[in-house]
C-alpha cells in the first residue's frame, strides 16, 4: 500500500515533544491515572484491580461496547466496533471503498479523511467552507459535486481546524441530500461533546440513518488521546463485520488496560466533560482578548465548536517559516496551515490546555517583537 505521508503528524513528531508550549494541540487536558481511578466507580476499579493482560475482543470489551452505544439513542452493543481513532478511519475507507469510486470530504481537515481514500485509488472532491462567511459550509455547494460514482460523503464536525459547526436546519439538508442520493455518511464526531452551546450539538450521524456511520473516541473531548480508544457506530452490521475482519490485520482487538480505563472515563463522562467544557470555554475568553489586542496580525474567526480555531497571519507571507522560527525562539508551537494542505497563510490554534495563558503571553512577546506593540 502507498500513502502519502500524514505531514501535520510528522510535524508534531517534530515539535510536540520538546516544544514547551503546545498552543495548537486539538486535545483536551489529559487526566492523570490517579485522576481517572479515583473517580472510577466500584465496577471498573475492581475490574482494573483484577486485570488480566491476556488477548481482549476484536470488537470491544462488552462492558465498554454497551457504555458506548449508551451515547446513542437507539444503538445497542453489537452497533458499536472498538479501535483507536485513527483505525477507525483507515478501517472503514479500506471496507467500503474500492478503486475509481468517487469520495467527498470536507476539507481543510484531518489528513487522513481523505488520504486513505486517494491511497486506495478514489478520487476525492473537496468541500471547503468560506472564511468569510466564518468557515460557514454552504451545502448548496455539495450537489454539483456529488457524481454517479460518489460512494461516500465524510464530515467532521465540530470542524477540524476551523471549529465551525452548521446549524441544524444545514444539517438536515445534508442528510436529506446523501439519503436521496443513497451515499452513505462517515461522520467524523472526534470533537462531540466539545459544543460551546450544547444546544447547537449536532444529532449523531449513526442515529440518523441505519447507513450512516459515526466515529467517536476519548482522545479530544475527554482529555484521554494516550489510552488510544475510540469507536464506530452504525446500524449497518455488515460494515461492521467488514471492519473486524479487517481489524485483524491492525491490531487485532484492543489494548486490555486501555479497556477498562475507557470504561471508568465513559462511566463517570459527567464529571469529565462539564470540567473540560469549562476550560474550553475560559480558555476561549483568553484568546478573545489575545485576538483583540493582536488584530493587526491575525484575522480570526471565533470557533463555533471544539478546541481549536484556524486564525489568518497577516503579518507573515509563510506561516510554515512563522512557525518554525517561532518554536525556535519561544519554544510555543504552533501548527501551520501547509500541514493541512492549506497554503502558507493560517495556523491552527489549540485552547483546551491549562497552560494556555503562559503560552499566549509568550507568544504576545514574540509578537510584539515582530511587528511593534
Ligand atoms: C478530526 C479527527 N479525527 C480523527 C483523529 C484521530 O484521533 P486519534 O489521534 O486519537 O487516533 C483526530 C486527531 O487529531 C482528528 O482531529
Not at 517534530?14 to 495548537?24: D, I, M, P
Not at 469520495?103 to 471547503?128: H, K, N
Not at 473516541?217 to 460494515?239: E, H, M, N, Q
Request: aromatic share 10%; with cysteine; hydrophobic share 40%.
Amino acid at each position: 500500500m502507498k500513502i502519502e505521508t500524514f505531514v501535520l503528524e510528522r510535524f508534531f513528531a517534530k515539535h510536540e515533544f520538546s516544544a514547551q508550549y503546545l498552543l495548537s494541540s486539538s486535545d483536551c487536558e489529559s487526566l492523570s491515572m490517579s485522576e481517572l481511578l479515583n473517580m472510577a466507580d466500584a465496577e471498573s476499579r475492581g475490574m482494573w484491580k483484577d486485570l488480566r493482560l491476556g488477548y481482549t475482543e476484536t470488537p470491544g470489551h462488552p462492558a465498554l461496547r454497551e457504555a458506548i452505544a449508551e451515547l446513542y439513542k437507539g444503538l445497542s452493543p453489537e452497533d458499536v466496533l472498538v479501535v483507536v481513532p485513527e483505525e477507525g478511519i483507515f478501517l472503514l475507507m479500506q471496507a467500503l471503498l474500492e478503486p475509481g469510486d468517487h469520495v467527498v470530504c470536507t476539507f481543510p481537515g484531518y489528513q487522513s479523511l481523505y488520504e486513505v481514500a486517494r491511497s486506495i485509488g478514489c478520487d476525492v472532491s473537496m468541500w471547503a467552507p468560506d472564511e468569510a462567511q466564518g468557515w460557514r459550509f454552504d451545502v448548496r455547494e455539495l450537489p454539483p459535486l456529488l457524481r454517479k460514482n460518489t460512494r461516500l460523503l465524510v464530515v467532521n464536525f465540530p470542524h477540524n481546524p476551523t471549529g465551525s459547526l452548521p446549524d441544524q436546519e444545514t444539517y438536515a439538508s445534508l442528510v436529506e441530500l446523501v439519503r436521496q442520493r443513497g451515499i452513505p455518511l462517515f461522520s467524523d464526531e472526534m470533537y462531540r461533546f466539545l459544543e460551546l452551546d450544547p444546544a447547537s450539538s449536532l444529532p449523531p450521524a449513526c442515529e440518523m440513518d441505519p447507513r450512516f456511520v459515526s466515529l467517536g473516541g476519548l482522545s479530544k473531548s475527554f482529555g484521554l488521546p494516550g489510552l488510544r480508544i475510540g469507536w464506530v457506530a452504525t446500524r449497518d452490521r455488515g460494515i461492521l463485520d467488514r471492519m473486524s475482519r479487517l481489524k485483524d490485520y491492525t491490531t487485532i482487538c484492543s489494548s486490555a488496560p486501555s479497556e477498562i480505563l475507557a470504561l471508568a472515563a465513559l462511566r463517570s463522562r459527567d464529571r469529565i466533560l462539564p470540567a473540560q467544557r469549562a476550560r474550553v470555554q475560559e480558555n476561549l475568553r483568553l484568546l478573545e482578548r489575545f485576538f483583540d489586542s493582536h488584530s493587526r496580525c491575525f484575522q480570526w474567526n471565533r470557533p463555533q465548536s471544539g478546541s481549536i480555531c484556524f486564525p489568518r497571519v497577516e503579518i507573515v507571507e509563510d506561516t510554515f517559516l512563522f512557525c518554525e522560527t517561532l518554536v525556535k525562539e519561544t519554544g510555543v508551537m504552533l501548527a501551520p496551515s501547509r500541514m493541512f494542505h492549506y497554503g502558507d497563510r493560517h495556523v491552527r490554534f489549540g485552547f483546551g490546555r491549562d497552560d494556555l495563558r503562559e503560552g499566549l503571553e509568550r507568544l504576545s512577546g514574540y509578537l510584539d517583537r515582530l511587528a511593534g506593540p
